[in-house]
């Protein structure tokens, strides 16, 4: 079993809550030494215990760096690197009907295995240890995941109208028979309808009635755009949120992508009912579906984590960017410079992203116990200079490139800015050609 040490590092291990805006957040970094056996936390700092004689197999110097809990994006289509930059500056439903629909119905399982593969090496240049995805061929993301090494939760896109509907759910079942908890448990599966206006009540009924066969969780769209929001109201005379509880989805775990127009009922209907969100705020700025309303749902007990969605809507997979943009968004909406603290952003993107994907007990923080998933970040780099506040400076002003080292489940994957699980190279090639063929058929 291999045996990890990571040496004189900075720690930050995002053990402690943040309790505001103003105060700084120095006393949350400590300094020390990481060790790690097998899959899981041994010891932080002086937090832990190794056991007498314990020699590691391979020893990081950790000195100049900073290392915290690898990010969680909690809401993206990997595979759709293959369609990054190829249809911009669109209306979503036009963008979707007439752009990306047309060509992912050209995809095969072997486009999204490549395109995933890209999607996946990006995340962990980024600091992303884990996502939560859906899409379709979802057996090759699967294969994906388990050879790069990142974990995840996998959903079967479903679109519940015609009979496509029956054989995605089928798939679905297939998918939680041959993935749940594989991977060396890295993998999850949940179920994905795509959205309330693409998955009539009597289809939802179903992927719930199979939820509750298997006892999984829903990933679904929610409340994306004031299109959605008129529709669903018209259909059915309620809002989107309303109606999904009606139909009792909010029985099982729910991670509700976007959220972007709530009623206030709507906001309490998801406290009270544990749903977690996922907030992509530079998908919304770029569709411009509007502004989510992170501190008032925050403020009301729910919990939010941070996605990129895929990378046609965004168009990078960065999750350091996407905190960013998610702590800055948040002033610009309400008015106030207190709003969303970098403290604040950074717990979103790592202990509460992992909250609504139902893995806080087991990632998030850097605890001995916890699974070791953890990122290593240079900071000698200019921009990390002077060091008044990391977790500030971590927020405002890191880059990708600043991360050097990723752990996965104990596992390398990156090693001095260098993916160890595939031949990056290889999967450029791959994606390039196939997303040619992919926009320019015949
Ligand atoms: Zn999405």
Redesign the pocket.
Known sequence: MERILIKDCLILPMTSEPSGGEEAQEELVISGDVAIEGDTILQVGDQGELPPNWKPTKVIDGKDHLCLPGLVNC?T?AAMTLFRSYADDLPLMYWLEKKIWPVEARLSGEDVYWGTALALIEMIRSGTTTFND?YFFMDEVAQAVEKIGMRACLARGLIGIGVQGEVALDESKQLIAKWHKQAEGRINIWLGPHAPYTCPPTYLEKVLAVAEEYQVGIHI?LSETEGEIRQIQKQYGKTPVALLRELGAFRYPVVA?HCVHLTDEDIRCLAENGVGVAHNPESNMKLASGIAPVTKLRAAGVAVGIGT??AASNNNLDMLEETRTAALLQKVATGDPQALPAATALFMATREGARVLGLGDEIGMLKPGYKADLILIDLKQSHWYPKHNLVSQLVYAAQAHDVDTVIINGKVVMENRKITTIDEELVWAQVEERAKRLVEPG
């Open positions: 809401h289509h859906m769209h992508a969605d895929g």
